[in-house]
């Protein structure tokens, strides 16, 4: 189901907490699976339960909890631009807008060419950045005017 690689990694996550409770490990193994797979299948999460003890339900709950995970195949690159309050009183609102512009697509959809994504999102705790957003869950970039926009989607167009 996942790479030995993988599999290192989470028994790497695992070794961190208690033996008897390696469920602690949910996130990063969920986190891990996906790197490998890019979404999170039935299938994948199953494993985790199984890999981890505990019960698939607990596995779903947090996997539909928290919006780094996909459970659903995504572009390549998935944008997700931080729509809150302090984001949108300083341009969250216009770097959406220019988003639609640019790809062609509204929150939720991908692009044609199966390259982006865009992802509405919630206060990512860098609201002194506004507005800002998250490549594939990773990399944040602050600042994001229309310039700094078009920028990175050159880079990552490339
Ligand atoms: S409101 Fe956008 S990072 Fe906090």
Not at 133 to 158: H, P, T, W, Y
Request: proline share 4%.
């Amino acid at each position: 189901m996942l790479s030995a690689e993988s599999i290192k990694k989470i028994d790497r996550e695992i070794a961190k907490y208690p033996a008897d409770q390696k469920q602690s490990a949910v996130m990063s193994a969920l986190a891990i699976a996906q790197d490998e797979k890019g979404w999170l299948t039935t299938e994948i999460m199953d494993f985790v339960a199984h890999y981890l003890e505990m019960p698939p339900i607990a596995v779903y709950e947090v996997a539909a909890f928290y919006n780094m995970y996909n459970l659903q195949p995504l572009g390549k690159f998935k944008i997700t631009i931080c729509t809150n309050l302090p984001c949108a009183l300083s341009g969250a609102n216009e770097a959406v807008a220019h988003f639609r512009q640019k790809l062609g697509i509204n929150f939720n959809e991908t692009t044609a060419d199966g390259k982006f994504t865009l992802k509405e999102g919630e206060c990512m705790g860098a609201c002194g950045d506004a507005p800002v957003l998250l490549v594939n869950n990773k990399r944040m970039c602050s600042f994001m005017s229309n310039g700094a926009i078009d920028q990175l989607l050159e880079e990552l167009s490339k």
